[in-house]
């Protein structure tokens, strides 16, 4: 009888250092969403696909967020992209080709631009939202995070992501498949002092064992906090998000 009191000591004391832990890592998490962007902004992205034979292709996107879940880009460059636009609202995505008619559905692991880089990555939602984690240890001078996707249409089924302990922002993040695969790992490096309490990886660079010698980069400009409308994340504003460009 004694034995049996201090086994259900000892799971009750386990399921609540667990809970704790768990707690603990998530709050990690939300705390790298905010370090990494403000929850309504505006900012400017260049992304380059590199091939294995070192030619690159160029994008430019100007992107507005609001909230947790909501997402526009607009591409400015190069001209045969400009005025497409990609739109994203919790787990759908839309993308607008001028002259095209209606927005097209697209899916998170498809590639507007082509290269490493899914629309996932290029319209990447807060972690938190679409990911718990599950596990926080330490690994030599970072924090390293678990996570679990919250629901299966999320894009990768479980991320390793690897947090600058003074920063808190992510520094490297390891991609798997639900099977164990990695898909890719995306390494942010230069931190940078955007303003407005940001300092942040001005650098995205991904790459994969799936595309052998191709990388994809993405460098962040000019982030800063603005308030924007409702109405500015649907389907019948993709068109005007030149617009909205001060």
């Known amino acids: 009888m004694l034995f049996t009191r201090r086994f259900i000591v000892l799971i009750l004391f386990a399921l609540s250092y667990n809970a704790i832990a768990n707690e603990q890592?998530?709050?990690?998490?939300?705390?790298?969403?905010?370090?990494?962007?403000?929850?309504?902004?505006?900012?400017?992205?260049?992304?380059?696909?590199?091939?294995?034979?070192?030619?690159?292709?160029?994008?430019?996107?100007?992107?507005?967020?609001?909230g947790k879940?909501?997402?526009?880009?607009?591409?400015?460059?190069?001209?045969s992209e400009r005025g497409r636009s990609s739109l994203r609202l919790g787990e759908n995505m839309w993308l607008y080709i001028p002259n095209v008619g209606k927005p097209l559905r697209i899916t998170s692991l498809q590639s507007v631009v082509g290269g490493v880089f899914?629309?996932?990555?290029?319209?990447q939602l807060d972690?938190?939202?679409?990911?718990?984690?599950?596990?926080?240890?330490?690994?030599?001078?970072?924090?390293?995070?678990?996570?679990?996707a919250k629901s299966r249409s999320v894009a990768y089924d479980r991320l390793k992501m690897w947090v600058d302990k003074t920063?808190?922002?992510?520094?490297?993040?390891?991609?798997?498949?639900?099977?164990?695969?990695?898909?890719?790992?995306?390494h942010y490096s230069k931190i940078k002092d955007f303003g407005n309490g940001y300092q942040r990886p001005a650098i995205l660079q991904t790459d994969s064992p799936l595309y052998q010698g191709y990388k994809s980069v993405m460098l962040f400009d000019g982030i800063k906090p603005r308030e924007l409308q409702e109405q500015v994340f649907s389907l019948d504003y993709m068109d005007k998000v030149g617009e909205l460009r001060e």
Not at 127 to 148: C, G, I, P, R, T
Not at 167 to 186: C, D, H, Q, R
């Open 127 to 148: 972690y938190s939202v679409e990911y718990d984690a599950q596990s926080l240890q330490e690994d030599n001078e970072q924090l390293l995070l678990d996570l679990k």
């Open 167 to 186: 920063y808190k922002v992510p520094m490297k993040i390891e991609a798997y498949s639900a099977s164990g695969m990695l898909i890719k790992t995306l």
């Open 25 to 66: 890592a998530n709050q990690l998490l939300q705390e790298v969403d905010r370090n990494l962007q403000p929850q309504s902004y505006e900012m400017y992205r260049k992304l380059i696909n590199i091939e294995p034979d070192g030619t690159e292709k160029s994008f430019v996107l100007y992107t507005l967020k609001k």
């Open 118 to 123: 899914n629309n996932s990555d290029i319209m």
């Open 69 to 79: 879940d909501k997402m526009l880009a607009l591409f400015l460059d190069p001209a």
